[in-house]
DNA sequence: CGAAACATCCGCCACT
DNA sequence: GTAGTGGCGGATGTTT
């Protein structure tokens, strides 16, 4: 894993890939990661917070990287050096993983790796974005995309959102958790609709009456439940209940509920030898060719591969 | 896989 | 005038 810095890097977003990939937790079971700070420019580099960066890596390093993380671009306006460009190009026609935080996507762009596909940064920059890179497929309102290869993510503190969605698809689920435990932070935020996952930008806050209903249906995901029983057991009808479903959650009712039940089938199959038929019933489908279905369109794999590829704990590279 | 049955969801609107 | 509710219909998505 190889993170990219300049002068004026931001010192949070940088903090979030050190974090989650430049620290060795293999002592509690967890993966360590050959990491490297690569310098864009000659170091020492300023910080976005006044004090210095020296490393002894450069751009050279990233040839052999199968991640690269851009934590944040320090401007907009601001041309990334032709090097590292190609240095971006090349690592992704190896097939390495590429990914930013923030206003790291425009270097991205700059590059022009995302072209004709989707792609995220932080809120107050999408409309710059799209409008700079008409042939980005600008998703405003999701904390991270994931495009295969390439993934973005959105302001800050989606970053970790991002990092920790990319140590699930590569370890499983179990990783991740406990890497976010360690981390204390929350597994995954909420969410998810197609693809891999685009989750809300707002999250639950308790206290509301969504967040009853919301665990109560959690502990019941292998029941049918249809939005109307759980608008019933909110004590609200339907059309008011999906909308501050939505407003609370970001999600709708269903897509939710579907999420979870995906979730729960995910960690399942990592953990248990139950088969497809028996689990898609434990997570609450009526068939397993509807659990198969979903499961394949969420995480563009089967469940019977993801459970190869997971269950077994084994050494993977990125994808 | 496709078709038929069924559920969700979102704009619109009337109402409090 | 503003703010929230809830019913309706039909496009869209899900399950069988």
Not at 96 to 125: K, Q
Not at 191 to 205: C, S, Y
């Amino acid at each position: 894993v190889a993170a990219v810095v300049f002068d004026d890097i931001p010192v949070f977003e940088l903090g979030v890939v050190c974090e989650v990939f430049g620290t060795d937790r293999s002592a509690d079971g967890l993966p360590a990661y050959d990491f490297a700070v690569c310098a864009a420019e000659r170091p020492p580099l300023r910080t976005s917070s006044g004090f210095r960066i020296d490393t002894p890596f450069g751009l050279e390093r990233l040839a052999a990287a199968d991640l690269i993380a851009i934590p944040g671009w320090r401007g907009v306006d601001q041309r990334p050096p032709d090097a590292l460009l190609d240095a971006l190009r090349m690592a992704v026609d190896r097939g390495a993983c590429v990914m930013s935080i923030c206003s790291g996507t425009f270097v991205l762009a700059e590059a022009g790796l995302l072209d004709g596909r989707r792609a995220t940064t932080h809120w107050r920059l999408v409309k710059t974005l799209a409008e700079r890179y008409p042939a980005i497929h600008v998703e405003p309102d999701v904390l991270y995309v994931d495009e295969g290869t390439i993934l973005t993510s959105a302001g800050t503190s989606a970053g970790i959102d991002l990092c920790l969605h990319i140590v699930r698809r590569e370890r499983g689920t179990a990783v991740a958790n406990a890497l976010a435990r360690r981390m204390v932070v929350p597994p995954q935020r909420e969410g998810g609709q197609r693809q891999f996952v685009e989750t809300p930008v707002v999250d639950v806050t308790p206290g509301h009456g969504i967040a009853d209903v919301l665990a109560w249906a959690q502990g019941r995901l292998d029941q049918k439940l249809s939005v109307n029983q759980l608008a019933a057991r909110a004590h609200m009808s339907p059309r008011t209940f999906a909308r501050r479903f939505l407003s609370a959650t970001g999600s709708t009712p269903h897509r939710w509920l579907l999420a979870q039940r995906l979730g729960l089938g995910q960690k399942l199959l990592e953990t248990t030898d139950l088969g497809i038929e028996k689990l898609a019933e434990q997570v609450g489908f009526g068939t397993a060719a509807a659990f198969r279905l979903q499961f394949s369109r969420q995480f563009r794999t089967t469940p019977t591969a993801y459970r190869r590829a997971f269950r077994p704990s084994r050494e993977s590279s990125c994808s």
